[in-house]
């Protein structure tokens, strides 16, 4: 397990019914050395009574904003003040607005308000509040203020929906947990400059090829390792441009964001942006054929089968191969057989410098996870097998590795 030894951590738990892995979660935080103090709200003390956070956290728990039991403060700002690390899990559609807004109308919120410690926010509900717009907006403004989020899961959800919407398991949010205080204390380290004066350009997500007016052609991209780079860059100093396809996450703030639908539209973007960058990172997944036909109207059922016929799409990655000059250029295989190899030939097909390679059906570096495990594969033969690591941390390793190939270092002084 994980070392947090020391780290004060604010459990904001809100009501829904996901509330009892919070449970969970509170007894792995405080195993692995981490002080946990749990915010209810009262909601969620309909679900779990506060004794059971407090038998497992071995700290009391606050769940009424007027329940001052020590005269000499005022408790929400003393949790706020000493706060590492604020985790809201779960945190329902009604929480996340009320950050995202400013409410501060019970102890939770007003915890959150009061401090100037980072946030993770593990969102649990109904996947139509999940894709409802305002939910996302409101996502979207919480990226905004810095907040970072850890993404729900997919499955069959209380309600009897199956979709987005289940709370990350509490492994998960600890990995989670783990990862930032490495990337804040350890791992980032002397790494936040590295990159000033660069131009970055990062690709994510998926692409959507139109057949007609409501139907497409798409993968299961979530566009979070792209997303992930394109935060790091922007961490470490350098200029962030970032084209994306379509995802559900909060826009990075500090990054200048180019959304994009199609394949074409990403080329485009990519093309226009690649003569002003430095360092290329494609780590979006598109498509490689798309519908020869866009119909104008929506295609109606037949009785027989569908024929689809497809074309070749642009291949972004071997036009940057082509065109580049003063450019690093990173590409991504996730491969699901002879990973290494295929990855090998890519690389040397398209004319890259390093390539990313994993195997998607891995436990862990899927698409849509958190987490990742990689092989860095470079130009002059060396390979870099990095254990299984959250997004983030992959990002600045991969980055490591790319300052110390343009320097002439071996991939070796990372390990």
């Known amino acids: 397990?994980?070392?947090?030894?020391?780290?004060?951590?604010?459990?904001?738990?809100?009501?829904?019914?996901?509330a009892y892995k919070a449970a969970a979660l509170t007894s792995k935080l405080t195993q692995a050395g981490a002080k946990v103090h749990v915010v209810m709200t009262k909601n969620a003390t309909q679900f779990v009574q506060p004794v059971t956070f407090q038998a497992l956290s071995h700290q009391p728990v606050h769940a009424d904003i007027f329940d001052e039991p020590d005269p000499h403060v005022i408790s929400h700002i003393e949790l706020a003040d000493k706060a590492d690390l604020i985790v809201v899990a779960p945190a329902t559609a009604n929480i996340i607005a009320k950050m995202a807004h400013g409410i501060a109308d019970e102890?939770?919120?007003?915890?959150?308000?009061?401090?100037?410690?980072?946030?993770?926010?593990?969102?649990?509900?109904?996947?139509?509040?999940y894709d409802h717009p305002a939910t996302l907006a409101n996502m979207q403004r919480l990226g905004e203020y810095g907040y970072?989020?850890?993404?729900?899961?997919?499955?069959?959800?209380?309600?009897?929906?199956i979709g987005k919407g289940r709370l990350a398991e509490p492994e998960e949010i600890v990995e989670a947990v783990a990862a930032f205080f490495a990337e804040a204390g350890g791992e980032t380290v002397g790494r936040n400059h590295d990159l000033q004066g660069r131009t970055v350009l990062v690709t994510a997500g998926p692409t959507r090829e139109k057949i007609d007016p409501v139907r497409?052609?798409?993968?299961?991209?979530?566009?979070?390792?792209?997303?992930?780079?394109?935060?790091?860059?922007?961490?470490?100093?350098?200029?962030?441009?970032?084209?994306?396809?379509?995802?559900?996450?909060?826009?990075?703030?500090?990054?200048?964001?180019?959304?994009?639908?199609?394949?074409?539209?990403?080329f485009d973007a990519v093309m226009a942006e690649l003569p002003a960058s430095d360092i290329v990172v494609k780590a979006a997944a598109v498509s490689d054929y798309r519908p020869k036909t866009v119909h104008e109207h929506k295609m109606?059922?037949?009785?027989?089968?569908?024929?689809?016929?497809?074309?070749?799409?642009?291949?972004?990655?071997?036009t940057i191969g082509e065109r580049k000059?003063?450019?690093?250029?990173?590409?991504?295989?996730?491969?699901?057989?002879?990973?290494?190899?295929?990855?090998?030939?890519?690389?040397?097909?398209?004319?890259?410098?390093?390539?990313?390679?994993?195997?998607?059906?891995?436990?862990?570096?899927?698409?849509?996870?958190?987490?990742?495990?990689?092989?860095?594969?470079?130009?002059?033969g060396e390979e870099l097998?990095?254990?299984?690591?959250?997004?983030?941390?992959?990002?600045?390793?991969?980055?490591?590795?790319?300052?110390?190939?343009?320097?002439?270092q071996p991939l070796s002084s990372l390990t």
């Open 148 to 161: 970072r989020f850890i993404e729900p899961g997919v499955g069959l959800l209380a309600c009897g929906w």
């Open 1 to 18: 397990m994980k070392s947090l030894e020391g780290k004060r951590i604010v459990l904001g738990v809100s009501g829904g019914i996901a």
């Open 216 to 266: 497409y052609i798409t993968n299961h991209a979530s566009g979070k390792m792209g997303y992930a780079i394109a935060e790091a860059a922007r961490d470490r100093g350098a200029q962030v441009v970032l084209v994306s396809g379509p995802t559900t996450l909060p826009r990075p703030e500090g990054v200048r964001f180019i959304a994009v639908e199609s394949v074409q539209e990403m």
């Open 107 to 129: 102890m939770l919120t007003a915890t959150v308000l009061a401090s100037k410690a980072p946030v993770l926010i593990a969102p649990a509900m109904n996947v139509n509040m």
């Open 325 to 380: 000059d003063k450019q690093f250029v990173v590409g991504f295989a996730a491969e699901t057989q002879d990973v290494l190899r295929h990855a090998q030939a890519k690389l040397e097909r398209k004319n890259l410098d390093m390539i990313v390679a994993n195997n998607v059906l891995t436990e862990g570096a899927g698409m849509g996870s958190d987490t990742n495990i990689v092989t860095l594969l470079t130009r002059d």
């Open 385 to 408: 097998a990095l254990e299984k690591l959250s997004k983030r941390a992959v990002a600045d390793k991969l980055f490591d590795a790319v300052l110390r190939k343009q320097q002439n």
């Open 300 to 318: 109606k059922k037949g009785d027989g089968p569908l024929v689809l016929e497809l074309e070749k799409a642009p291949d972004i990655l071997k």
